[in-house]
């Protein structure tokens, strides 16, 4: 198994237009967690997605959203994009039903760059 | 509202060395907490959680529900410990509450 796959890898956008992020999690996997890494800080939350439902949002704007597939893959959209959005977008998936102690596996990142 | 604090942004040891990564946080209700780890060039993941009770790669971890501290140590630093490490707690389900993150450089 890959992991948890994103795509793309990289992204360079201009302010005011819009970005859509992909993830795929692990074979198997139905929840899928997005956060958002600036430099120099941790991962914030942004969304919790469990068998295509929200589960969880953080504390972002509504330029922010995201969605599940049948398939437990998953988007992240964000629209009017601004320079402060420039960030590496993280997926995490897990296995169980959103327990507490579940473990988070997470992707290699999008890292998205607004000029 | 949950938080976080790692107050060492690097710590920088020499091998053999004992290492502590120190890690605080509030939180209202009981707590998990975690300790992830980012190599260089590596995807963030999981070094260990505080119910299991294990160690890995030498490290441990003690909740602390009096200092509200969850702090990582390892007896004798090698060079591969060398990464980042982000101490985390989950609220509601399973989403992670992340510190800022501490830099370990183990020196030859």
């Known amino acids: 198994d890959a992991g948890v796959t994103q795509s793309p890898t990289h992204l360079i956008k201009t302010r005011g237009q819009h970005v859509t992020l992909r993830c795929s999690p692990i074979s198997g ?34 330029r922010f959203s995201a969605r599940q597939f049948p398939n437990y893959s998953s988007e992240l959209n964000v629209n009017a994009l601004l320079l402060g959005d420039s960030a590496l977008y993280l997926c995490a998936s897990s ?21 | 509202a949950q938080r976080v604090t790692q107050p060492e942004k690097l710590l920088s040891v020499f091998k053999g060395a004992p290492v502590e990564l120190k890690c605080n946080y509030s939180y209202s209700g009981s707590p998990e907490l975690f300790w992830y780890v980012q190599y260089s060039r590596q995807r963030l993941q999981l070094l260990l959680r505080h119910i299991s009770r294990e160690s890995i790669k030498g490290f441990t971890a003690d909740l602390n529900k009096g200092e509200t501290s969850f702090h990582l140590k390892k007896p004798f630093a090698q060079e591969e410990d060398s990464a980042m490490y982000y101490c985390a707690l989950t609220s509601g389900y399973s989403t992670l509450t992340f510190g800022k993150g501490t830099m370990l450089l183990v020196s030859p």
Request: a positive charge; aromatic letters at 16%.
């Open chain 1, 29 to 62: 996997h139905k929840s899928v967690s997005w956060y958002q890494q600036v430099l120099g800080q941790g991962p914030q939350f942004i969304f919790q997605y469990y068998e295509k439902e929200e589960r969880g949002r953080g504390n972002f704007p509504d």
């Open chain 1, 95 to 115: 296995s169980l039903a959103g327990a507490r102690t579940d473990t988070q596996y997470f992707g290699p990142g999008t890292r998205l760059t607004v000029l």
